[in-house]
């Protein structure tokens, strides 16, 4: 067959793309290197009865109707708001930090104090960053900043990230506030809900289409070769003039030339107890590695809309600094947005720049964190743009 489109990697950005062509009526090639489709958000009912998601939790939030109105068309839902806990000495209160975490670490009176020293300043219902909220001149929220970055965010990320927050990109740690508000769920996003069946049955929903071939079990970096030089691209050892659509990371596609760019990944020790382990499905560790390892326990079985009573599947999840060779830490999650990292990838973008039938999109090659909704978004305006259509045009 004739392939009009070759796509790489079947997680959202692949698998929304690939479909939007097909849809199009552009034949599309697949190449996924896993075993499997569905990229991080994989997920299967396990041994206990509890739909394990393979890659870590994965919970579905957007404001965005466009975007649920896209998966909708190949998944149903169920409501489900995710609320975290964080171990804060010996406590356990909500994450992100808010005026009931204060209540929990503090003394009533004192409580009282810095809680209404918070609202007077930013207002109910209002996020700020800790790193904004750390350079307030106020002594006593100046005091309140200190300790919440002291217990929630400081060990925390040198155990996610490998530095210290003052040395990542702001907004990594703008992304878990410190929230004036009563209201503990870790999103405020309008939808919060899961497939109904689950990511990976929601992905083969997406990809059944007589148009989409999919070979999984298949490095994608020994059959597309790009030439840098010649500003081409080359597929099973011939010149390739279709779409070429890459979601892995850069500098894999380009042999490592510039060097490698910097990731984190992610390894998860899977075990199963007796009822129930934890009261949330997720308690942070912000602790430090000498205390705890791991950055969080999972208890995916709280994520389910009928979860199993007699037994369950916890996951201890440990952070490491992504070696592709490694028995742990061999899968990329996480771009790090340090000056030196994004200064390297931007040098492989230019490479690859001048190739106009090649696109980088998601969370790896874009070298950015997109949420799943930010990145199923993505995969609708890039399609849109390469196609010259709206959605709402396409067959359904």
Same mark, same amino acid.
């Given at each position: 067959?004739?392939?009009?489109?070759?796509?790489?990697?079947?997680?959202?950005?692949?698998?929304?793309?690939?479909?939007?062509?097909?849809?199009?009526?552009?034949?599309?090639?697949?190449?996924?290197?896993?075993?499997?489709?569905?990229?991080?958000?994989?997920?299967?009912?396990?041994?206990?009865?509890?739909?394990?998601?393979?890659?870590?939790?994965?919970?579905?939030?957007?404001?965005?109707?466009?975007?649920?109105?896209?998966?909708?068309?190949?998944?149903?839902?169920?409501?489900?708001?995710?609320?975290?806990?964080?171990?804060?000495?010996?406590?356990?209160?909500?994450?992100?930090?808010?005026?009931?975490?204060?209540?929990?670490?503090?003394?009533?009176?004192?409580?009282?104090?810095?809680?209404?020293?918070?609202?007077?300043?930013?207002?109910?219902?209002?996020?700020?960053?800790?790193?904004?909220?750390?350079?307030?001149?106020?002594?006593?929220?100046?005091?309140?900043?200190?300790?919440?970055?002291?217990?929630?965010?400081?060990?925390?990320?040198?155990?996610?990230?490998?530095?210290?927050?003052?040395?990542?990109?702001?907004?990594?740690?703008?992304?878990?506030?410190?929230?004036?508000?009563?209201?503990?769920?870790?999103?405020?996003?309008?939808?919060?809900?899961?497939?109904?069946?689950?990511?990976?049955?929601?992905?083969?929903?997406?990809?059944?289409?007589?148009?989409?071939?999919?070979?999984?079990?298949?490095?994608?970096?020994?059959?597309?070769?790009?030439?840098?030089?010649?500003?081409?691209?080359?597929?099973?050892?011939? @010149?390739?003039?279709?779409?070429?659509?890459?979601?892995? +990371?850069?500098?894999?596609?380009?042999? #490592?030339? *510039? %060097?490698? !760019? /910097?990731?984190?990944?992610?390894?998860?020790?899977?075990?199963?107890?007796?009822?129930?382990?934890?009261?949330?499905?997720?308690?942070?560790?912000?602790?430090?590695?000498?205390?705890?390892?791991?950055?969080?326990?999972?208890?995916?079985?709280?994520?389910?809309?009928?979860?199993?009573?007699?037994?369950?599947?916890?996951?201890?999840?440990?952070?490491?600094?992504?070696?592709?060779?490694?028995?742990?830490?061999?899968?990329?999650?996480?771009?790090?947005?340090?000056?030196?990292? @994004?200064?390297?990838?931007?040098?492989?973008?230019?490479? +690859?720049?001048?190739?106009?039938?090649? #696109?980088? *999109? %998601?969370? !790896? /090659?874009?070298?950015?964190?997109?949420?799943?909704?930010?990145?199923?978004?993505?995969?609708?305006?890039?399609?849109?743009?390469?196609?010259?259509?709206?959605?709402?045009?396409?067959?359904?």
């Amino acid at each position: 067959m004739q392939y009009d489109a070759v796509v790489v990697g079947a997680g959202y950005a692949g698998a929304v793309s690939a479909r939007r062509l097909a849809d199009a009526g552009k034949h599309v090639l697949i190449l996924e290197k896993r075993s499997h489709i569905g990229g991080n958000a994989y997920d299967f009912i396990d041994e206990n009865g509890v739909r394990r998601h393979e890659y870590g939790p994965h919970l579905f939030h957007t404001n965005s109707s466009r975007v649920i109105d896209y998966l909708s068309r190949f998944t149903q839902w169920y409501p489900y708001e995710q609320r975290v806990l964080g171990y804060v000495e010996e406590k356990l209160v909500p994450i992100p930090f808010n005026l009931t975490s204060i209540e929990r670490c503090f003394e009533f009176e004192k409580a009282e104090h810095l809680k209404d020293a918070l609202i007077e300043t930013y207002g109910m219902e209002k996020k700020v960053p800790i790193l904004e909220l750390r350079k307030n001149p106020d002594p006593e929220i100046n005091e309140l900043a200190e300790f919440i970055f002291e217990h929630v965010f400081k060990y925390y990320t040198m155990k996610q990230w490998g530095y210290s927050a003052d040395q990542i990109d702001p907004t990594v740690t703008a992304r878990v506030p410190v929230h004036i508000s009563y209201d503990d769920r870790y999103f405020q996003d309008t939808f919060q809900q899961m497939p109904k069946e689950g990511y990976t049955a929601m992905f083969e929903h997406i990809l059944i289409h007589p148009n989409i071939e999919i070979r999984l079990n298949t490095d994608a970096n020994e059959l597309l070769e790009v030439d840098t030089e010649k500003k081409e691209i080359r597929f099973e050892n011939e @010149k390739y003039d279709g779409i070429v659509i890459y979601t892995g +990371i850069v500098d894999s596609l380009l042999k #490592y030339q *510039l %060097g490698e !760019l /910097s990731y984190r990944s992610l390894w998860f020790e899977n075990e199963t107890e007796d009822g129930d382990y934890q009261p949330a499905a997720t308690v942070n560790y912000p602790t430090p590695e000498s205390q705890h390892a791991y950055t969080r326990i999972t208890e995916y079985k709280h994520m389910m809309e009928d979860p199993p009573k007699n037994k369950t599947t916890i996951a201890i999840e440990y952070p490491f600094e992504y070696i592709r060779t490694a028995e742990k830490g061999n899968v990329p999650y996480y771009p790090v947005f340090t000056e030196e990292s @994004k200064q390297k990838y931007q040098k492989y973008a230019e490479l +690859i720049k001048p190739i106009t039938n090649l #696109y980088l *999109l %998601g969370r !790896l /090659s874009e070298y950015r964190y997109y949420n799943m909704d930010a990145c199923v978004e993505a995969a609708l305006d890039f399609t849109e743009k390469l196609l010259g259509v709206n959605e709402n045009s396409e067959k359904h």
